[in-house]
């Protein structure tokens, strides 16, 4: 199994507030995704990285933004968080070097907004 | 816009019985990759498919991708509780942006 950590592993927190998830990987990787995954959508691309601080949007960016300083951490930042983002977010890896589109998923953190 | 639709999204059988689940898309996809996800855990990388035609095999799984490489289609033969789980079809079309995921189709083999 690929190293990928996820934390929290879950989370409540209220309206309004800031959130910020990690996700770790212990694979050197270069490309790094955040999927949220809600019934009846499946999973959804929020952001990715392709390197060091090089970050782009994806799919359901509103409301997220990312931050890539080092080579192993991705993190997530709600900057308010609302309840339309309770969901459960899931952190991917992928090597450039490896099989077209093959990626790893960490175990997921459930956010959980009142 | 949901560009891999799955079928079914709900599928019960009983264990011994085989099945096929279908993940079509009107776009071409460059790779399509199928994962297997627990409750409570994350996607599990199955098989990734490349080129138009080809057929994989998994133990008793068998993963096909459309000639036009914008199809795919999961055949499990004499199914186990054990495949029990969600199925989730990816297509990737290049670059760095991820993977598009279909919605999912839920199996439950009953013993």
């Known amino acids: 199994d690929a190293g990928i950590t996820q934390s929290p592993r879950h989370k409540v927190t209220e309206t309004g507030t800031p959130v910020t998830l990690r996700c770790h990987q212990t694979e050197n990787h270069r490309y790094m995704y955040w999927y949220r995954q809600d019934p009846g959508h499946g999973l959804r691309l929020i952001h990715y990285?392709?390197?060091?601080?090089?970050?782009d949007k994806g799919e359901v960016s509103d409301g997220y933004s990312v931050s890539r300083s080092k080579t192993e951490d991705f993190l997530l930042t709600l900057e308010s968080a609302t309840s339309s983002q309770t969901s459960v977010y899931f952190c991917a890896i992928s090597d450039s070097a490896g099989a077209p589109g093959e990626q790893y998923f960490g175990p997921g953190t459930r956010l959980t907004v009142t | 816009t949901q560009l891999l639709e799955q079928s079914p999204q709900f599928l019960s059988i009983q264990e011994g019985e085989n099945l096929t689940v279908y993940c079509n898309s009107s776009s071409v996809f460059s790779s399509l990759q199928w994962y297997r996800q627990e409750p409570g855990e994350g996607p599990v990388l199955l098989v990734t498919?490349?080129?138009?035609?080809e057929v994989k095999k998994l133990k008793r799984l068998t993963f096909q991708f459309g000639d036009a490489r914008k199809d795919s289609s999961l055949h499990i033969t004499a199914a186990q509780p054990g495949d029990t789980g969600l199925y989730l079809c990816?297509?990737?079309?290049?670059?760095?942006?991820?993977?598009?995921f279909g919605k999912g189709t839920h199996l439950i083999i009953q013993p």
């Open positions: 990816a297509g990737e079309r290049g670059g760095a942006d991820g993977l598009t």
């Open positions: 498919v490349v080129t138009g035609g």
């Open positions: 990285s392709y390197g060091v601080k090089d970050t």
